[in-house]
């Protein structure tokens, strides 16, 4: 809805009335056509203020309806038709002016702003362009290279850039709308034709094509086979060199192409589905909106390897007070001056002060003592973390909630070590801690509520996306990328390189595939894991690491790479070699061909040529399948929890969703024959056989993915 009011006697004043964020509905829609049209009709009016109730201007299209039929009047006449006012129209812009709210403000005569209020475009995260003319306005009135980094990042801008690029007019810290509603008065009856956006020339530039080009190529290397971001370059690029009106007409073809594609869809699910995870639930029932968080002022981080660092640096960024413990004297001072510099690069890059007298270094527990909350992040080793949790239960205060950091350990058992397994709860992390948006909040078998929502909210004010999760080896994560990973070593023993396993897999949208990112991370982390496991361990009668283990097939290739110390970039050799420990770029290694050409022959392995159609069906249909496995045992609660997961922790691509929502894309069907076609090939791999959810799915006709908590509901009370 709109409303119409005349303040003064002669301005009239359209109130934008969609809670929370006024988003452009057809109701809202119709209202604006209705009261502009007002406006123009009254002889009383000379003047025209647009503002948004609630101190919020607007959100931009209402996402929702992008699924649905599109009723109501259509954006990009209403916007035209309030250029083309005869009388002055000025927007008042306070709190956002998002997509199709700036849009509306570009047509606008007059911008004014408040200072704390943020603009922008940022339709290309949502798999779409700025298409009621702002792709189009926007380079007529700042200028190309500034719209390009506008419309093709879609980041959000502050007042007071908004006002050094020429967006807005004028900026205020007092109320926007008295401030707007004067400013209308006095310009009523003034020419307007130079306040038409739509009438400007794009600013020349030196060599367009050359900024094209340029441009070009900078969005498709970072787009990793998103579409939208090509599209809004093709688009600003048609302001830059056609008449107005057939740029507008470059702009609504490419739209329509994109408001089609299955990007567009994944990306405005992968928006509604960030909101969705903070609305978590327990399997006791006990959900996000029954439980108060605790307070927290005062945290603690214990443990101050790479992870911990990063912690203490997320919450000192987010205003928390950090006791930071390392035992190790020479650890703690290399860590203190690591975590300055991190927090002032921070800084820098935010344009703020650093914050560091909120950290208290310790190389003893006993300034935890009066801590809220601590979150433990030492190696990750179930005896030292069961001393460090034993500790901690001395010297905290009553009511402390105990956080662990690790990545899979079991959270039942660290609970059970202390006397309040109720305060006991898993945060964890992903590495850089302070840069990944991830935090996979885990809850135990005892774990209370309040802990988890204490946990989640935590996870909020860092700036996290944080997903509740139940406990099982691995969590859901780490979980899903064991079958993923199991696929990749089993290519290679077929006949597969790791460049090849790697290349399909980041054709397909990952940052980097499976042995470059494990690599990155360390070869060993997954080896020590496996030994523990009892798996990385030589038979005692042959020697040799098992193929076979408990009936399942198991490869040791990445034991066998790190009994020869090669870890990855740390050790300048992994499964690509570098040009010295610690290098960046990895290099294809003549050494690992013989490695694998000598491993298959000593097994008896014929190699064979393998398809990348077949890396991709195998890695990513086992991991979705372990997917569905979790959703059946209730470990993760929803498809939506699995998929921010994927896309925020491991670099899933995010216009293609999620791991659950490309299955849904991919059809059900499809996944479950082709799981079956791959397990009947390998029978000894359990991971490739369809679980039951993914089966009882298929079964009833594989319904979207919306509709599929109630089957999970049906097949969990079954079990
Ligand atoms: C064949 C071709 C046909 C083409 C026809 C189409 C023509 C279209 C023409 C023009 C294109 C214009 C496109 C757009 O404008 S797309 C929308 C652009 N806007 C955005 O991307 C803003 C999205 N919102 C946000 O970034 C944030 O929500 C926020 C910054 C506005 C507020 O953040 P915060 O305070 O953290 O609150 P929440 O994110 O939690 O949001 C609260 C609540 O509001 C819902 N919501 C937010 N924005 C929208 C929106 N634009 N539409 C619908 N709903 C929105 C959000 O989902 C939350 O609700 P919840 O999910 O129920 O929790």
């Given at each position: 809805?709109?409303?119409?009011?005349?303040?003064s006697?002669?301005?009239?004043?359209?109130?934008?009335?969609?809670?929370?964020?006024?988003?452009?509905?057809a109701?809202?829609?119709?209202?604006?056509?209705?009261?502009?049209?007002?406006?123009?009709?009254e002889?009383?009016?000379k003047?025209?203020v647009?503002?948004?109730q609630?101190?919020?201007?607007?959100?931009?299209a209402?996402?929702?309806?992008?699924r649905?039929v599109?009723t109501?009047?259509?954006?990009?006449?209403?916007?035209h038709?309030?250029?083309?006012?005869?009388k002055?129209?000025?927007?008042?812009?306070?709190g956002i002016?998002?997509?199709?709210?700036?849009?509306?403000?570009?047509?606008?005569?007059?911008?004014i702003s408040?200072?704390?209020?943020?603009?922008g475009?940022?339709?290309?995260?949502?798999?779409?362009?700025p298409?009621?003319?702002?792709?189009?306005?926007?380079p007529?009135?700042?200028?190309?290279?500034?719209?390009?980094?506008?419309?093709?990042?879609g980041?959000h801008?502050?007042a007071?850039?908004?006002?050094?690029l020429?967006?807005?007019?004028?900026?205020t810290d007092?109320?926007?709308?008295?401030?707007a509603l004067k400013?209308?008065?006095?310009?009523?009856?003034?020419p307007l034709?130079a306040?038409?956006?739509?009438?400007?020339?794009?600013?020349?530039?030196?060599?367009?094509d050359?900024?094209?080009?340029?441009?070009?190529?900078?969005?498709?290397?970072?787009?990793r086979?998103?579409?939208?971001p090509?599209?809004?370059?093709?688009?600003?690029r048609?302001?830059?060199?056609?008449?107005?009106?057939?740029?507008?007409?470059?702009?609504?073809?490419?739209?329509?192409?994109?408001?089609?594609?299955?990007?567009?869809?994944?990306?405005?699910?992968?928006?509604?589905?960030?909101?969705?995870?903070?609305?978590?639930?327990?399997?006791s029932?006990?959900?996000?909106?029954?439980?108060?968080?605790?307070?927290?002022?005062?945290?603690a981080v214990?443990?101050?390897?790479?992870?911990?660092?990063?912690?203490?640096?997320?919450?000192t960024?987010?205003?928390f007070?950090v006791?930071?413990?390392?035992?190790?004297e020479?650890?703690l001072?290399?860590?203190k001056?690591?975590?300055?510099?991190?927090?002032?690069?921070?800084?820098k890059?935010?344009?703020?002060?650093?914050?560091?007298?909120?950290i208290t270094?310790?190389?003893?527990?006993?300034?935890?003592?009066n801590?809220?909350?601590v979150?433990?992040a030492?190696f990750?080793?179930?005896?030292?973390?069961?001393?460090?949790?034993?500790?901690?239960?001395?010297?905290?205060?009553?009511?402390?909630?105990l956080?662990?950091?690790?990545?899979?350990l079991?959270?039942?058992?660290?609970?059970?070590?202390?006397?309040?397994?109720?305060?006991?709860?898993g945060m964890?992390?992903?590495?850089?801690?302070?840069?990944?948006?991830?935090?996979?909040?885990?809850?135990?078998?005892?774990s209370?509520?309040?802990?988890?929502?204490t946990?989640?909210?935590?996870?909020?004010?860092m700036?996290?996306?944080?997903?509740?999760?139940g406990?099982?080896?691995?969590?859901?994560g780490?979980?899903?990328?064991?079958?993923?990973?199991?696929?990749?070593?089993?290519?290679?023993?077929?006949?597969?390189?790791?460049?090849?396993?790697?290349?399909a897999?980041?054709?397909?949208?990952?940052?980097?595939?499976p042995?470059r990112?494990s690599?990155?991370?360390?070869?060993d982390?997954?080896?020590?894991i496996?030994?523990?496991?009892?798996l990385?361990v030589?038979?005692?009668?042959?020697g040799q690491?098992?193929?076979?283990?408990?009936g399942?097939r198991?490869?040791?290739?990445?034991?066998?790479?790190?009994?020869?110390?090669?870890f990855?970039?740390?050790?300048?050799?992994?499964?690509?070699?570098?040009?010295?420990?610690g290098?960046?770029?990895?290099?294809?290694?003549?050494?690992?061909?013989?490695?694998?050409?000598?491993?298959?022959?000593?097994?008896?392995?014929v190699?064979?040529?393998?398809?990348p159609?077949?890396v991709?069906?195998?890695?990513?249909?086992?991991?979705?399948?372990?997917?569905?496995?979790?959703?059946e045992?209730?470990?993760?609660?929803?498809?939506?929890?699995?998929?921010?997961?994927y896309?925020?922790?491991?670099?899933w691509?995010?216009?293609?969703?999620g791991?659950m929502?490309y299955?849904?894309?991919?059809?059900?069907?499809?996944i479950?024959?082709?799981?079956?076609h791959y397990?009947?090939?390998?029978?000894?791999?359990?991971?490739?056989?369809p679980?039951?959810?993914?089966?009882?799915?298929?079964a009833?006709?594989?319904?979207p993915?919306?509709?599929w908590?109630?089957?999970?509901?049906?097949?969990?009370s079954?079990?």
């Amino acid at each position: 809805m709109a409303q119409f009011s005349r303040v003064s006697g002669s301005v009239g004043l359209i109130t934008l009335q969609n809670p929370p964020v006024n988003a452009l509905s057809a109701a809202v829609r119709q209202g604006i056509v209705d009261t502009v049209n007002k406006a123009l009709q009254e002889p009383e009016v000379k003047s025209v203020v647009i503002c948004g109730q609630n101190k919020v201007f607007c959100g931009g299209a209402d996402i929702k309806s992008f699924r649905g039929v599109m009723t109501g009047p259509p954006l990009i006449p209403m916007i035209h038709a309030i250029e083309a006012s005869t009388k002055p129209v000025v927007a008042a812009i306070e709190g956002i002016a998002l997509g199709g709210g700036l849009e509306l403000a570009l047509a606008c005569h007059y911008r004014i702003s408040h200072t704390k209020a943020r603009l922008g475009l940022p339709e290309v995260t949502l798999g779409l362009l700025p298409a009621a003319a702002g792709s189009q306005r926007l380079p007529r009135l700042i200028g190309i290279t500034a719209a390009l980094d506008l419309i093709t990042t879609g980041r959000h801008v502050t007042a007071a850039e908004a006002l050094q690029l020429g967006i807005v007019d004028h900026v205020t810290d007092q109320n926007t709308v008295d401030v707007a509603l004067k400013f209308a008065s006095s310009v009523a009856g003034k020419p307007l034709d130079a306040r038409r956006i739509s009438l400007y020339p794009c600013p020349p530039s030196d060599d367009t094509d050359a900024l094209f080009e340029e441009a070009m190529q900078r969005v498709r290397r970072s787009a990793r086979g998103a579409i939208a971001p090509v599209a809004c370059v093709q688009a600003v690029r048609a302001a830059a060199t056609l008449p107005y009106a057939q740029g507008l007409e470059r702009e609504k073809e490419l739209m329509a192409t994109l408001f089609t594609s299955g990007q567009a869809r994944a990306l405005q699910y992968s928006f509604f589905a960030q909101r969705a995870v903070g609305r978590w639930s327990m399997p006791s029932g006990a959900q996000w909106d029954t439980v108060e968080p605790l307070p927290v002022q005062k945290t603690a981080v214990i443990g101050l390897g790479t992870m911990g660092r990063g912690i203490v640096v997320a919450l000192t960024q987010a205003g928390f007070s950090v006791v930071a413990v390392e035992t190790h004297e020479k650890q703690l001072t290399q860590a203190k001056q690591a975590i300055e510099e991190m927090l002032i690069r921070g800084a820098k890059r935010r344009g703020v002060t650093p914050e560091h007298d909120t950290i208290t270094y310790s190389h003893s527990m006993e300034p935890v003592a009066n801590v809220d909350l601590v979150i433990e992040a030492v190696f990750e080793d179930m005896v030292l973390k069961e001393k460090v949790f034993q500790q901690l239960s001395a010297v905290c205060k009553p009511g402390t909630l105990l956080c662990t950091n690790t990545s899979g350990l079991d959270i039942d058992h660290l609970a059970s070590k202390t006397p309040n397994p109720e305060l006991v709860v898993g945060m964890h992390f992903f590495a850089p801690a302070h840069v990944m948006k991830l935090l996979e909040v885990v809850y135990g078998r005892q774990s209370s509520p309040r802990a988890v929502a204490t946990a989640m909210q935590l996870g909020k004010k860092m700036g996290k996306v944080s997903v509740a999760v139940g406990n099982c080896l691995g969590f859901v994560g780490n979980r899903m990328l064991k079958p993923y990973m199991n696929q990749a070593f089993f290519l290679l023993e077929e006949g597969a390189s790791p460049e090849l396993v790697d290349q399909a897999l980041e054709e397909f949208g990952f940052i980097m595939g499976p042995f470059r990112m494990s690599d990155l991370s360390g070869i060993d982390v997954g080896w020590r894991i496996r030994k523990e496991e009892g798996l990385a361990v030589p038979d005692q009668r042959t020697g040799q690491i098992p193929r076979m283990q408990k009936g399942c097939r198991y490869s040791p290739v990445g034991d066998l790479i790190c009994e020869q110390g090669r870890f990855g970039q740390k050790t300048g050799q992994g499964w690509y070699r570098y040009d010295k420990p610690g290098g960046r770029v990895a290099r294809p290694d003549p050494w690992m061909q013989t490695f694998l050409n000598q491993y298959r022959a000593t097994h008896g392995l014929v190699p064979r040529r393998i398809d990348p159609k077949e890396v991709l069906e195998r890695c990513l249909y086992a991991l979705i399948n372990e997917g569905f496995q979790t959703l059946e045992e209730g470990i993760a609660a929803a498809p939506e929890d699995i998929d921010v997961i994927y896309v925020f922790g491991y670099s899933w691509p995010q216009h293609r969703g999620g791991p659950m929502f490309y299955a849904d894309m991919v059809g059900l069907e499809k996944i479950m024959d082709r799981l079956e076609h791959y397990h009947q090939a390998h029978p000894d791999v359990p991971s490739l056989q369809p679980c039951n959810l993914l089966r009882k799915l298929v079964a009833i006709g594989s319904p979207p993915i919306h509709k599929w908590s109630q089957v999970m509901k049906t097949l969990r009370s079954q079990l």
